[in-house]
DNA sequence: TATACATATGAACAGATAATCATATGTAAA
DNA sequence: TTTACATATGATTATCTGTTCATATGTATA
C-alpha cells in the first residue's frame, strides 16, 4: 500500500471552504498514519480470537505456566503455546522459567484495561 | 480476602490443598463464562481489522457519510457499506438519515475509550 | 547418560473473512 | 415517472488464521 491520500481540499478562489469542506479537512488533518492505525488493528486482533481471550483473561491474577492454562481452558499444549507465542510478540504477556516450567502473566496494566474496558462494552 | 476453603479440589486426607491448586482453583471461579469471553473476543475482531479501525478513526470526532468515508480514506464505496454493516451490528456505530445521505457516527464513548486505549499501547 | 517432563515449532488442512463486482434498494429532484 | 445520486447487499474469490499432528528443543532427575 503506497497509496498517500493527502487530498486536502484546498480553499478555493471563493475565499473560503464550505462547513462540509472544513469538516473533511480536520477529519483528514487529525487521522492518524495509516502505518500506526494498522499497528492498532493488528494489537486489537491479538485480543480478537476466544482462545487468546481465554488465555490472556485466565492470567489476569496470577501467574500460569502453560500446561496450568492447558488444563484450566482444556486446550492442547500445542495450541497454548502457539498462542502464548503470538501473545508475547505482541508484548501482551512476558514470562519466567522456573525450572522445567515457563510461567507466564500479563505484560502490564494497559492489557488489564483494555480488557476491563471491552469487558464493559459486553457485559451491556 | 481471607483464605476461605472453596469447593473445587477439596481439601483430601491431608486437609489442605496445595498452594499451586488454590490458585487454579481461584482461576477457574474468577473466569467467566465461555459465552462473555466468545462475546469479548467478537468485539475486539471488530476493531481488529485496519479498514475499520481507519473507519472508527475518521468519525472519532464527526459524523459522515459513506461517500465522506470512501473518498477520505481512498475505499470503494461497496467496501466501506460491508464495514459499516459490521461497526452496526456490534453496536459501534449508530446513524442518520438526512435526504439522500447517511450519517454515521461512533455510538458513545466507549469506543473512543477503547481505541484511545488501544492507541497509548501501540505507541509506546 | 538415559529418561521423563515441559514447552516450542514446522507443516498441512479447514474454516473464516475482506475486497470486488454486479445489482438492488431507497431517496430526491427534474 | 424518469433520472441521478447514495447506500446496501449477495456471490465469488483469494487470503489469512487457528488447530492438529508430529517432532524438536530444553531442563531436571535417576
Redesign the interface.
Known sequence: MA?E?N?KLQAEDKGSQTEREE??N???E???D?E???????????????T???IL??M???E?CVN?IA??LNLSQSSVSHQLRILKTSKLVKFRREGKSIYYSLDDE??R???S???????E
Do not use: T, W
Open positions: 497509496e491520500n487530498n469538516i473533511i480536520r477529519v483528514l487529525q487521522q492518524p495509516d500506526i492505525l494498522y499497528d492498532l488493528a493488528e494489537l486489537f486482533k491479538v485480543f480478537g480470537d476466544s487468546r481471550i481465554k483473561y485466565s489476569f491474577e496470577h500460569l496450568d488444563g484450566l494497559h492489557v484495561a483494555i480488557i474496558m471491552g469487558m464493559e462494552h459486553v457485559e
